[in-house]
């Protein structure tokens, strides 16, 4: 009996076959490894954590068992916040008052606080206005909180938190705040989107000096968030920028600080607050470190249409722009 041809591969294995071995590599190349930042009884250190997200962030990390210190410039809203805390949640925080300007004084309360677990620089000011117009003082006022008082905190509390994270053989996080206006450039916003901009970079280079010591870095990007502080801060912004920024969607700081702590315990290195934040991570992904295969998968995917999206919003906000000066011309 005559032995039976071999089978002949279908020509479309090789096509069936490309995606998986894509998804293999994908996830074999993803860093750093996603891991679970632990939370309940360890020690989370909040800057910026007297009112807004963070003290959100304070009273839910307090709901989860953490030691909680949170620092702040001014010691009667740290007190009120410490009340506020208590009542819900029966807890006591550590407060501490510092300027994030001064390294010498964050040094000395982060020092008294003792070693880190969870390092969240959520601290920041606002002050949106044309940059013509706006005071070099003022420019500097917010590089030097939004940017230098990053510096300063994570310089402070980084050689204990190896100790730490050797020590007990669980990971460390460092989390910073930024915001979509560090993701992309809106009118009005030029110091402001300096200052948050700038994070991105901090936080990749410093991702890469960190990781041998088991520590992850997460940068958050909430939108417009409901705080004390924007409702004043709004109301200096630019009637253009209200035009081209006023359609984005706001969130309630409870919001934004539980999305925050779930990419914190995540170890996500970009941590979107919403749908257009997460439109936006994809489109602006670059070179980040990435340690979700899902989320590579999404941001290799979806890069070529997030640059034509991001296109379409461009050419929308430069007519306006156009339309807005055509305007105040023929008046």
Known sequence: MAPSPLPIASPLLPLLMAPVAFAAVLAFIVRPRSVRIPIKGRHVFISGGSSGIGLALARLAATEGARVSILARSAVRLQEARDAIRLATGVDVAIFSADVRDADA????????????????????????????????????????????????????????????????????????????????????????????????????????VIAHNIHVSMIFPPDTDTPGFAEEHKRRPDLTNIIAGSSGGMKA???????????????????????????????????????????????????FMRFMGLCFQWNWFSLIEKWHSKKKNM
């Open 254 to 304: 409870d919001d934004v600080a539980k999305k925050a702590l779930n990419g914190i315990k995540s170890s996500m290195f970009i941590v979107p607050c919403n749908f257009e934040g997460s439109m936006l991570s994809i489109a602006t992904a670059g070179l980040s470190p990435q340690s979700s295969f899902f989320t590579a998968l999404a941001e290799v995917l979806g890069a070529g």
């Open 106 to 209: 964050v040094a000395n309360a982060v020092e008294e606080a003792g070693p880190v677990d969870v390092l969240v620089c959520n601290h920041g000011v606002f002050t949106p206005q044309e940059l013509e117009k706006q005071d070099l003082e003022e420019v500097r006022f917010m590089v030097e909180i939004n940017l230098m008082g990053i510096f300063h905190l994570i310089k402070a509390a980084l050689p204990a938190m190896k100790q730490r994270a050797k020590a007990t053989g669980l990971p460390a996080s460092i989390a910073i705040m930024s915001s979509q206006a560090g993701q992309v450039g809106v009118y009005g916003y030029t110091a402001y989107s300096a200052s948050k901009f700038a994070l991105r970079g901090l936080a990749e280079a410093l991702q890469h000096e």
